[in-house]
């Protein structure tokens, strides 16, 4: 039973233009949620994350949305350059536990 | 380098075989947490230290499996008569605290047993 769902394995977006991420879950003691970026043959690197106090956090070129009725949460990347291809996994925290629960993760690509 | 270091890159070990995986936290990162990545999924929680004290230890699958991290800082672990569903990536992260603290990825160790 998955907990947090990424339900697009892949995401193709143009160079300059908005990528749009998005994230489902389905406990609602979650109340921190992370968003991290993985290149190939490498570990996942912290990207932003959000209390589920707010709902919106910005970082750079990096907002993430919290939409705590539809359990849903979402990254935007505006504008996407080249470097941002890697896979994004959306993970969450229940009550400040320390412990991770990962999505799948979604594989975005930046066409030139 | 400052990030985590985790040795071997790579393993290949024959089932039934004992291997032992390296990870070298953040200097001055009290937590330590291990994950294990299959092919296509997000990492899966296995063990988290605080200091030397194992905390938790709820994601092992099973009692072949054993982490150690005597000094509270390098921490290992070990897999015993490996079996070929022990085949994936095993990730270290640490963080400076507990909690909601962003956690510091390693690039992981790949192991794949024949």
């Known amino acids: 039973d998955q907990q947090v769902k990424q339900n697009s394995p892949s995401l193709s977006v143009q160079e300059g233009r908005i990528s749009i991420l998005n994230c489902d879950y389905t406990n609602s003691m979650f109340d921190y949620f992370l968003w991290y970026k993985k290149y190939p043959a490498e570990g996942p690197t912290f990207l932003i994350s959000i209390s589920s106090i707010k709902d919106k956090n910005e970082d750079g070129r990096f907002t993430v949305f919290l939409n705590k009725s539809a359990k849903h949460l979402s990254l935007h990347i505006v504008p996407s350059q080249p470097g941002d291809s890697a896979v994004y996994f959306c993970?969450?925290?229940?009550?400040?536990?320390?412990?991770?629960?990962w999505g799948a993760g979604t594989k975005l690509i930046i066409k030139p | 380098g400052a990030g985590v270091s985790q040795s071997p890159r790579y393993k290949v070990a024959k089932r039934g075989q004992d291997v032992a995986l390296r990870c070298d936290p953040i200097?001055?990162?009290?937590?330590l947490f291990w994950y294990q990545q299959a092919l296509g999924q997000g990492p899966e929680f296995l063990t988290y230290f605080q200091n030397e004290a194992q905390l938790d230890k709820s994601g092992l699958p099973s009692d072949r499996f054993f982490a150690e991290r005597p000094e509270g800082s390098v921490s290992t672990l070990k897999i015993q008569r490996t079996q070929q569903e022990d085949s994936a990536v095993y990730l270290c992260a640490s963080s400076l605290g507990g909690g909601n603290q962003p956690q510091h990825f390693g690039d992981g160790t790949r192991l794949s047993i024949l």
């Open positions: 200097s001055g990162h009290v937590s």
């Open positions: 993970a969450a925290i229940r009550n400040s536990n320390y412990q991770l629960i």
